[in-house]
């Protein structure tokens, strides 16, 4: 059974810094590209970055320069660091494997003004 387990959401103030984690479990992890996408309210969920089984990674224009996307095979675990904090960052932060269309159950963040 895959389960993947997002972690690390909060209430933090614009500027600030979050790191969400997401561990995998059921899968042989590095094999496969992992995604983070993020849903605010009342809009569509729509992806913000991905990184490959190789490493390679791809950014949304929206966060590109300040979030960073890692991945620990030996921990099963993929990173979302996001920092430099906007209150349209506001959303549900969901994991999700790039190949074989599992989800998380998404982490949500909140970003004050």
């Known amino acids: 059974q895959v389960q993947l387990v997002e972690s690390g959401g909060g209430l933090v103030q614009a500027g600030e810094s979050l790191r969400l984690s997401c561990t995998a479990s059921g899968i042989r992890f590095s094999s496969f590209g992992m995604d983070w996408y993020r849903q605010a309210p009342g809009k569509q969920r729509e992806q913000v970055a991905r990184i490959t089984s190789a490493g390679s990674t791809n950014y949304a224009d929206s966060v590109k320069g300040r979030f960073t996307i890692s991945r620990d095979n030996a921990k099963n675990t993929v990173y979302l660091q996001m920092n430099s904090l906007k209150p349209e960052d506001t959303a549900v932060y969901f994991c999700?494997?790039?190949?074989?269309?599992?989800w998380g159950k998404g982490t949500l963040v909140t970003v004050s003004s």
């Open positions: 999700h494997t790039t190949n074989i269309n599992y």
